[in-house]
């Protein structure tokens, strides 16, 4: 572990002395939700560790509690987007200490590419601002290009659905997706008051690893996307309903008995296997 980080103020020192807090308070439309307790922020980035050898990209490094976290397990660089110019003035200090690991954009992570930033393997680590979490999330799944692996904290409720199981209420197009791409799995919770401010809600620290899928996979997205956005926007309905808006009536007959789905069936109840058998009727047809 690289020591050098120890010798930085507190995390909640940095905040008062960068007037993050004192002179606007922190940013609800930003997510702003701070970790100061650093035993948390270790625990997350050794989720996603090893990290020697690897880029590493942070969303939101905020006043830098998971990112002084990422930076003593010695990756090879760090990209830290930032929207919040506050905050980049709060992380001069460990900048300065990183020596030339930390690199802070300024910008907006929805525009851009984790690719753009670094060649070669990248990890994605981030508590992320809630508001824009399942986006970003969406936007990384669809091109998962060197992405080794994505450390990510998100709202309970969307880890939950993002991990859930066929057959549970949490079971859903985020699900179908994030499981046919990667494998998943929720880590750890975090209860509000470990965040400042604290949010109303439970979190979650999800870790994602992507599956090595081919081109002829990696093309059936779009279709899987068409048909869990369909088959899970009336839930409660029968397929055989809800599946009228993307498939003719006589592929519709067609697709339920070559896979031997009931008509009746709901999408809560397919597997993520009989939604890939139609996304790959529906791409021949
Ligand atoms: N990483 C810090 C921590 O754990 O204490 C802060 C996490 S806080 C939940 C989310 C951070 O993301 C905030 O610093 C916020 O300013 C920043 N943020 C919000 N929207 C953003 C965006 N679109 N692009 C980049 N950063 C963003």
Not at 105 to 110: L, T
Not at 253 to 261: A, E, G, L, S, T
């Amino acid at each position: 572990m690289g020591n050098k980080y120890e010798k930085l103020p507190p995390l909640r020192q940095i905040v008062e002395d960068s007037g993050l807090l004192s002179r606007y308070g922190f940013s609800k439309k930003l997510g702003q939700n701070f970790l100061f307790d650093l035993d948390i922020t270790r625990r997350i980035a050794k989720t996603a560790a090893p990290l020697n050898g690897y880029n590493v990209i942070e969303v939101g490094p905020g006043p830098g509690g998971l990112t002084r976290a990422i930076l003593e397990l010695e990756p090879n660089k760090v990209f830290a987007i930032e929207k919040d110019p506050q905050c980049i003035s709060a992380l001069t200090e460990l900048t300065v200490l990183s020596e030339g690991t930390l690199s802070i954009i300024e910008g907006d992570a929805q525009k851009i590419k984790p690719q753009e930033l670094i060649n070669g393997p990248l990890k994605i680590i981030a508590n992320l601002p809630y508001n824009v979490g399942t986006k970003l999330l969406i936007g990384w799944l669809h091109d998962l290009t060197n992405i080794s692996s994505l450390t990510l904290m998100f709202q309970k409720e969307v880890a939950l659905r993002i991990t859930a199981s066929p057959g549970t209420k949490d079971y859903g197009r985020l699900s179908v997706l994030s499981q046919y791409l990667c494998n998943v799995s929720r880590v750890f919770d975090l209860p509000p008051h470990v965040f400042k401010p604290a949010p109303k809600v439970f979190s979650s620290v999800v870790h994602f690893v992507p599956k090595t899928r081919g081109k002829h996979d990696l093309d059936l997205v779009p279709f899987i996307e068409k048909i869990t956005g369909a088959a899970f926007s009336q839930r409660r309905k029968m397929l055989r309903t809800s599946l009228k808006s993307v498939f003719s009536e006589i592929n519709l007959d067609k697709v339920f008995k070559i896979f031997n789905i009931s008509p009746t069936e709901r999408a809560e109840n397919l597997s993520i296997e009989q939604f890939i058998n139609l996304a790959q009727f529906m791409s021949s047809i």
